[in-house]
């Protein structure tokens, strides 16, 4: 299964469907224009790309769009207008290598209650064509560093909710796709649970998986995005590295002690300056 | 307990917040807060039962019709019908080799140790009722136990008023009875009943679960013995006895360390309270079980493992581990074991092949329950084999399950000593299998319009 991943390594490869070329897009994001009613979408004109080996973190307040933007990439919701494209190909033209292209973790653990955390890594496993003797390997490997190895005979009913993140973020890591999708993962970790999944997130993109990550901790981006798509409203506002952003946001670069918190804030208001007096800081 | 809150009072605002969908009504006129208008924690704590209450009944009774349509109701008056056939039956002549007085004090234990509360108390009562706990113990659990007494006095006069006509008849107890008032028997098994509702109220507090069993044995053993001694022995020692007995057990509940408000304890009870109704409701119509929670089922859980590892069986695995981790197994393997039973204590032919024949049907029966499966709808971005890969999962797994219910019949039927064996000990499982392998599993293959989701 390594052998199939461009250029993966072994804790990180085992790509159901090959990766596609570092640099190359897994994601692509054209114009889409999307919700839940036609009369008044929640996405106008979307376009972004993530390219293999990227990170790249979909920032905006509550309600922004960056839910429908995912809802879109899993092909849960029918774009109005534009498309979406994973490894190449719209959900459409081929839902199998679609599907087997990525993989989402959800802001909620919706783990499947009959089934142990085990038996929920071998659905995964199968499901994306791993070997099995790697794919156990491999998943004792991810237990051991989200400290889960006690609860992997545990069913759902019984983990706490940090627990079941993990579980979701190891069935995701251990698929291993081009394109990885992560709303919150952060939400409910305990501190070593969080650089553990930074550093696995970061082995996943080393070894050519694009990841798209959705969060509200600007920090651990920052830190880690390579580029960041803002959206506000529906529509992005913003787009680029951190750096980029903060210039966006700042002019000219002048400010240099900004950090993204105090970009983003200045993109928001920039876009919609009635939100100054909810922000506090007028 | 008592492991009192310190948190801070909430505003009335969040106390309304708290009352969820079912409390909301809790608080006419949608206004005030707790010292506002005469509506204080203690007033808007006396409206919440009722208002959750009415709300539970409001909740289930839509599905009463679908009760009626399956016929159970029918069912429920042929039983008491025939019940009641039987019951004056024995008033002309209940049979003498009956020994009545053991049979009654069993009949009067069951109806006085079972001591139900419904509190409708709420995950988020943890939150926002906490706070109040002086007053949520006074005004609101307070009268829930008054009431849990009454309900264990009537239920156990209710069970006296029953057994008293035969008690007074049958040859066992004829003797026995005629020397005790029954008006004084009545009132001790309502006093038994009430006081069993108080006991297991001290069950509910007592906070390890080793001294709780304990105390439950003990009023379980008090009560059948306290029954048994009032039908059977001299009154006056009987009565002392049972009064002994029941004070006994209530000092026994003072050792313990307990809570004053056990309010873990009383919502998972509440929870499993609801999901009982549930359960009751969904044999009829498919609703959402709340609360509900999967068995491990090692023993038989398994069986999945075994499937091959590739994508092509993955639907038949998430079937194999829902299935037996799931409600319907667990009816299907109880329906077996029944009819198991039935087998052995006829160890007749004709009873043998025609509870072989209903066994197996009615198994088909529950396994087309697998039709009614539901998985989260996100397990579509999952790589998973398409939709009619799904449908001949379930197929198979059941084909599997009745293949061994069948089969498990099968040998029971004809376990060797217990009767000669005749030709429909094997043409009949033929059928059987034939139901089981090709006509249930095939119905279950057919797309159907509600399968589109």
Same mark, same amino acid.
């Given at each position: 299964?390594?052998?199939?991943?461009?250029?993966?390594?072994?804790?990180?490869?085992?790509?159901?469907?090959?990766?596609?070329?570092?640099?190359?897009?897994?994601?692509? *994001?054209?114009?889409?224009?999307?919700?839940?009613?036609?009369?008044?979408?929640? !996405?106008?004109?979307?376009?972004?790309?993530?390219?293999?080996?990227?990170?790249?973190?979909?920032?905006? =307040?509550?309600?922004?769009?960056?839910?429908?933007? *995912?809802?879109?990439?899993?092909?849960?919701?029918?774009?109005?207008?534009?498309?979406?494209?994973?490894?190449?190909?719209?959900?459409?033209?081929?839902?199998?290598?679609?599907?087997?292209?990525?993989?989402?973790?959800?802001?909620?653990?919706?783990?499947?209650?009959?089934?142990?955390?085990?038996?929920?890594?071998?659905?995964?496993?199968?499901?994306?064509?791993?070997?099995?003797?790697?794919?156990?390997?491999?998943?004792?490997?991810?237990?051991?560093?989200?400290?889960?190895?006690?609860?992997?005979?545990?069913?759902?009913?019984?983990?706490?909710?940090?627990?079941?993140?993990?579980?979701?973020?190891?069935?995701?890591?251990?698929?291993?796709?081009?394109?990885?999708?992560?709303?919150?993962?952060?939400?409910?970790?305990?501190?070593?649970? *969080?650089?553990?999944?930074?550093?696995? =997130?970061?082995?996943?993109?080393?070894?050519?998986?694009?990841?798209?990550?959705?969060?509200?901790?600007?920090?651990?981006?920052?830190?880690?995005?390579?580029?960041?798509?803002?959206?506000?409203?529906?529509?992005?506002?913003?787009?680029?590295?951190?750096?980029?952003?903060?210039?966006?946001?700042?002019?000219?670069?002048?400010?240099?002690?900004?950090?993204?918190?105090?970009?983003?804030?200045?993109?928001?208001?920039?876009?919609?300056?009635?939100?100054?007096?909810?922000?506090?800081?007028? | 307990?008592?492991?009192?809150?310190?948190?801070?009072?909430?505003?009335?605002?969040?106390?309304?917040?708290?009352?969820?969908?079912?409390?909301?009504?809790?608080?006419?006129?949608?206004?005030?807060?707790?010292?506002?208008?005469?509506?204080?924690?203690?007033?808007?704590?006396?409206?919440?039962?009722?208002?959750?209450?009415?709300?539970?009944?409001?909740?289930?009774?839509?599905?009463?019709?679908?009760?009626?349509?399956?016929?159970?109701?029918?069912?429920?008056?042929?039983?008491?019908?025939?019940?009641? *056939?039987?019951?004056?039956?024995?008033?002309?002549? %209940?049979?003498?080799?009956?020994?009545?007085?053991?049979?009654?004090?069993?009949?009067?234990?069951?109806?006085?140790?079972?001591?139900?509360?419904?509190?409708?108390?709420?995950?988020?009562?943890?939150?926002f009722l906490l706070p109040m706990e002086r007053a949520a113990l006074n005004v609101y659990i307070r009268p829930l136990l008054v009431?849990?007494?009454?309900?264990?006095?009537?239920?156990?006069?209710?069970?006296?008023?029953?057994?008293?006509?035969?008690?007074?008849?049958?040859?066992?107890?004829?003797?026995?009875?005629?020397?005790?008032? =029954?008006?004084?028997?009545?009132?001790? %098994?309502?006093?038994?009943?009430?006081?069993?509702?108080?006991?297991?109220?001290?069950?509910?507090?007592?906070?390890?679960?080793?001294?709780?069993?304990?105390?439950?044995?003990?009023?379980?053993?008090?009560?059948?013995?306290?029954?048994?001694?009032?039908?059977?022995?001299?009154?006056?020692?009987?009565?002392?006895?049972?009064?002994?007995?029941?004070?006994?057990?209530?000092?026994?509940?003072? =050792?313990?360390?307990?809570?004053?408000?056990?309010?873990?304890?009383?919502?998972?009870?509440?929870?499993?309270?609801?999901?009982?109704?549930?359960?009751?409701?969904?044999?009829f119509v498919d609703i959402p079980l709340e609360g509900w929670r999967p068995a491990r089922r090692r023993w038989a859980a398994w069986?999945?493992?075994?499937?091959?590892?590739?994508?092509?069986?993955?639907?038949?695995?998430?079937?194999?581990?829902?299935?037996?981790?799931?409600?319907?197994?667990?009816?299907?393997?109880?329906?077996?074991?029944?009819?198991?039973?039935?087998?052995?204590? %006829?160890?007749?032919?004709?009873?043998?092949?025609?509870?072989?024949?209903?066994?197996?049907?009615?198994?088909?029966?529950?396994?087309?329950?697998?039709?009614?499966?539901? %998985?989260?709808?996100?397990?579509?971005?999952?790589?998973?084999?398409?939709?009619?890969?799904?449908?001949?999962?379930?197929?198979?797994?059941?084909?599997?399950?009745?293949?061994?219910?069948?089969?498990? !019949?099968?040998?029971?039927?004809?376990?060797?000593?217990?009767?000669?064996?005749?030709?429909?000990?094997?043409?009949?499982?033929?059928?059987?299998?034939?139901?089981?392998?090709?006509?249930?599993?095939?119905?279950?293959?057919?797309?159907?319009?509600?399968?589109?989701?």
């Amino acid at each position: 299964m390594t052998a199939r991943h461009g250029n993966g390594t072994p804790a990180a490869g085992g790509h159901a469907a090959p990766a596609p070329d570092q640099g190359a897009p897994a994601l692509e *994001i054209r114009h889409l224009t999307g919700g839940y009613s036609r009369k008044k979408p929640v !996405l106008h004109d979307i376009s972004f790309t993530v390219k293999a080996g990227e990170m790249v973190g979909l920032i905006g =307040l509550n309600g922004a769009g960056k839910s429908t933007v *995912i809802r879109h990439v899993l092909g849960l919701m029918t774009p109005h207008a534009g498309e979406v494209r994973v490894a190449g190909v719209t959900l459409r033209e081929d839902r199998e290598r679609y599907r087997q292209s990525c993989a989402y973790v959800p802001e909620q653990p919706l783990l499947l209650p009959h089934l142990t955390v085990r038996e929920h890594l071998r659905l995964t496993a199968s499901a994306y064509g791993l070997e099995r003797q790697e794919a156990a390997r491999r998943a004792e490997e991810m237990a051991a560093a989200f400290r889960m190895t006690e609860a992997l005979d545990a069913l759902p009913d019984t983990l706490s909710k940090g627990m079941k993140q993990k579980a979701m973020l190891m069935c995701a890591l251990l698929a291993a796709p081009p394109l990885l999708i992560v709303d919150e993962p952060l939400l409910g970790l305990d501190p070593l649970a *969080i650089r553990s999944l930074m550093e696995m =997130l970061d082995r996943a993109r080393r070894a050519g998986s694009a990841i798209l990550l959705s969060s509200h901790i600007l920090p651990a981006l920052e830190r880690r995005a390579d580029r960041l798509v803002v959206l506000h409203r529906g529509r992005i506002i913003a787009g680029g590295t951190p750096e980029e952003i903060k210039r966006q946001a700042g002019g000219d670069g002048a400010d240099r002690e900004m950090t993204l918190d105090d970009a983003f804030e200045r993109l928001v208001l920039q876009a919609e300056p009635d939100l100054a007096g909810e922000s506090g800081r007028g | 307990m008592a492991e009192r809150s310190d948190r801070p009072a909430v505003t009335g605002g969040a106390e309304r917040a708290s009352l969820g969908r079912s409390g909301a009504a809790a608080f006419p006129g949608g206004g005030g807060t707790p010292g506002d208008g005469g509506t204080g924690p203690e007033d808007l704590l006396r409206q919440l039962w009722r208002s959750r209450a009415n709300a539970f009944r409001a909740e289930v009774a839509p599905y009463f019709r679908y009760v009626a349509q399956s016929g159970f109701g029918l069912l429920v008056t042929a039983l008491l019908l025939a019940a009641a *056939i039987q019951y004056t039956l024995w008033l002309n002549e %209940f049979p003498p080799d009956v020994p009545l007085g053991l049979y009654g004090a069993a009949w009067l234990w069951l109806a006085a140790v079972w001591a139900p509360m419904r509190t409708y108390l709420q995950e988020a009562d943890t939150v926002f009722l906490l706070p109040m706990e002086r007053a949520a113990l006074n005004v609101y659990i307070r009268p829930l136990l008054v009431r849990a007494a009454a309900g264990g006095a009537i239920r156990a006069l209710g069970a006296f008023a029953l057994l008293a006509p035969l008690y007074v008849r049958a040859p066992h107890t004829l003797a026995t009875a005629a020397g005790r008032p =029954l008006w004084l028997l009545a009132a001790a %098994f309502a006093a038994i009943g009430a006081w069993n509702a108080w006991g297991a109220w001290r069950e509910r507090q007592t906070i390890e679960a080793l001294p709780r069993m304990l105390l439950r044995l003990a009023r379980y053993g008090a009560t059948i013995a306290a029954a048994w001694g009032l039908l059977n022995a001299p009154l006056a020692p009987a009565l002392a006895f049972a009064a002994l007995a029941a004070w006994l057990v209530t000092a026994l509940g003072r =050792l313990p360390r307990r809570q004053v408000l056990p309010w873990e304890r009383l919502i998972r009870e509440e929870a499993r309270a609801r999901l009982r109704w549930q359960r009751f409701l969904s044999w009829f119509v498919d609703i959402p079980l709340e609360g509900w929670r999967p068995a491990r089922r090692r023993w038989a859980a398994w069986a999945g493992d075994r499937l091959p590892w590739d994508r092509r069986h993955m639907w038949h695995y998430l079937y194999a581990k829902t299935f037996v981790r799931g409600e319907t197994f667990g009816a299907w393997l109880r329906w077996h074991a029944v009819i198991g039973l039935l087998m052995l204590v %006829f160890r007749a032919s004709l009873a043998d092949w025609a509870l072989l024949v209903i066994g197996v049907l009615v198994g088909g029966v529950q396994l087309h329950e697998l039709r009614r499966i539901r %998985f989260p709808p996100l397990i579509v971005t999952l790589p998973l084999p398409e939709e009619d890969v799904r449908r001949q999962a379930a197929a198979r797994v059941a084909q599997a399950a009745g293949a061994a219910g069948t089969l498990f !019949l099968w040998l029971v039927s004809v376990l060797p000593g217990l009767r000669p064996w005749a030709w429909p000990d094997a043409a009949l499982p033929a059928a059987c299998l034939l139901w089981s392998l090709w006509l249930v599993p095939r119905r279950l293959a057919k797309r159907r319009t509600d399968d589109e989701e």
